[in-house]
């Protein structure tokens, strides 16, 4: 068995505008926001109508309706999230191979969002984005490659009014402050998987730790 690990580049680690590269570890697919967001008359609906084609025809007569609710539903989130400046979107599935999780399936949301800060020194702005948030638990502050970052975490769960099912709903936030000191990134991992806090705080903290404001291929 080769021990090297997989890696896959996306075609945006090339762009010299991205403003922060940043790596995923497997079991995550990225949710492409622009296609799935996509004006109607445009080439992005056309490849989404396209892509969607074949697994329409392939979910039974009963369920297409509940198929297309639940992508709409989808959508609206999407929109909701880009309206407050996520930028990268990404739905991770893995097996929860822990002693007492009984090899059942574990579903998480990956986002990278984009906040305008006002001008401080980036150890300050990180120290300032976590204690200002709301119930945030186990704060931790960094010290990574890319500069100062803090993490916190919440647990919230849906009010009645909402529509959604009253569970409650993990939410591990890292705060990195750009080199500009005016502009934070926020990388948001979010769970329902409550009792696997450790694994995925694991998880952000990695991916918080490979992140860069810096392309790393014009380095290579």
């Known amino acids: 068995m080769d021990p090297t690990p997989q890696v896959v580049i ?7 505008h991205a403003g922060i590269w940043f790596a995923v570890p497997g079991g995550f697919t990225e949710l492409p926001i622009d ?6 008359a445009s080439a992005e609906a056309d490849r989404l109508r396209q892509a969607l084609v074949p697994l329409v025809e392939a979910i039974p ?9 639940q992508l709409a539903w989808g959508q609206q989130l ?19 191979d822990v002693a007492d999780g009984g090899g059942g399936t574990l579903h998480s949301l990956f986002t990278v969002s984009w906040r305008d800060i006002a001008w401080a020194p980036r150890s300050v702005s990180a120290a300032r984005a976590v204690a200002t948030a709301e119930d945030h638990t186990r704060v931790e502050y960094l ?3 890319s500069g100062p970052a803090a993490i916190g975490e919440t647990v919230r769960t849906p ?23 005016k502009r934070l990134a926020v990388l948001t991992l ?17 991916i918080a730790e490979l992140t860069s404001f810096e392309s790393p291929l014009s380095k290579a």
């Open 10 to 16: 996306d075609d945006s680690a090339t762009d010299p």
């Open 35 to 40: 296609v799935l967001l996509a004006a109607p």
């Open 61 to 69: 007569d009963g369920v297409t309706r509940q198929f297309i609710a």
């Open 78 to 96: 999407l929109r909701a999230l880009r309206e407050v400046g996520t930028v990268h979107c990404a739905l991770g599935i893995h097996r929860d």
């Open 143 to 145: 010290d990574l490659p």
């Open 159 to 181: 009010s009645p009014d909402s529509g959604l099912p009253p569970t409650p709903l993990l939410q591990i936030h890292a705060y990195l402050p750009h080199p500009d000191h």
């Open 190 to 206: 979010s769970t329902t998987a409550v009792e696997r806090r450790l694994q995925y705080r694991a998880i952000l903290h990695s």
